[in-house]
């Protein structure tokens, strides 16, 4: 499928102050680099059918076949008492909302920054700092079929439709994507990681996996009231962990 997310297409399906300037590209980079530095307002947002150096985390590259999944960038200006990492677990909740809305599923949290529907990853967040100024990025795999998704991943990937058999309309759910970021960017705004930590909390998919992070065995605990992830590391030890790569036993 080779829709696209032109303004005009988008427009009827964007009704809060995320969208609003809406930099749109049918092919480009990667979105990010159209809103890093670019000193607009926060709720800007950079949009494209396809990247040709998409970034993921840890240096990887995101990659999805043109017009087949949600490539957006939004732009924001968190408040200083705020601690930023927790802003990729604030726009997993704002994505896994998405999912849940659009296929009457119950999605996850992968900490620190996946969502997960049936044991894939179907979408991955991206937060990128310069000052004060935080770009989120998220991909989230739509439309692709089976063999458009890439294989070498360390979590498996999956798309809305190959979970579900079902096409979705892109700009019909970026339209939700952008509502429900802003709704939960402002919740976070305003009163921190505590007014979300119930539905963090109750999406953890990690909590009481057996897990290696960075390379080394533990069980997952959960993710804690400040956004770090708890985990048992042998022993009765636990450590608190800030980032990571968390890989989970089947
Ligand atoms: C990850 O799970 O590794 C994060 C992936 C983030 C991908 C998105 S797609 C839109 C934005 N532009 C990029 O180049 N990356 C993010």
Redesign the pocket.
């Known amino acids: 499928m080779t829709d696209s997310l032109a303004p005009h297409v988008v427009a009827p399906y964007v009704r809060g102050r995320f969208g609003a300037p809406y930099l749109y590209e049918p092919e480009c ?5 159209l809103l890093l530095g670019s000193g607009l307002p926060e709720g800007a947002v ?1 949009v ?1 059918d396809h ?1 040709t ?6 240096g ?1 590259r ?1 990659e ?1 076949p043109a017009g087949s ?5 939004v732009l924001l200006h968190p408040p200083p008492e705020r601690r930023l990492p927790e802003l990729s677990l604030v726009a997993a909740l704002a994505a896994s909302d998405t999912v849940e809305a659009a296929t009457g599923l119950s999605a996850q949290i992968k900490w620190p ?2 969502v997960m529907l049936n044991r894939r ?1 179907v ?4 937060s990128e700092l310069s000052d004060r100024t935080v770009v989120v ?3 989230m795999n739509v439309n692709q079929t089976r063999d458009e998704l890439p294989a070498d991943t360390p979590t498996e990937a999956g798309s809305l439709r190959t979970l579900t058999g079902v096409t979705y309309d892109r700009a019909v759910l970026l339209g939700s994507l952008l509502d429900k970021l802003e709704q939960r960017y402002e919740s976070w705004r305003d009163g921190g990681l505590a007014d979300l930590y119930g539905e963090i909390g109750a999406r953890d998919f990690l909590r009481g996996r057996r897990i290696t992070i960075d390379g080394e065995a533990a069980t997952a605990l959960q993710v804690l009231r400040d956004g770090r992830l708890e985990i048992d590391i042998g022993s009765h030890e636990t450590r608190v962990i800030e980032s990571g790569e968390v890989l989970f036993a089947r």
């Open positions: 980079e990667s979105t990010q680099l950079a494209t990247q150096g998409g970034r993921g985390r840890l990887r995101w999805a999944s949600l490539l957006v960038s920054n996946d990853k979408a991955g967040i991206l990025g998220i991909g």
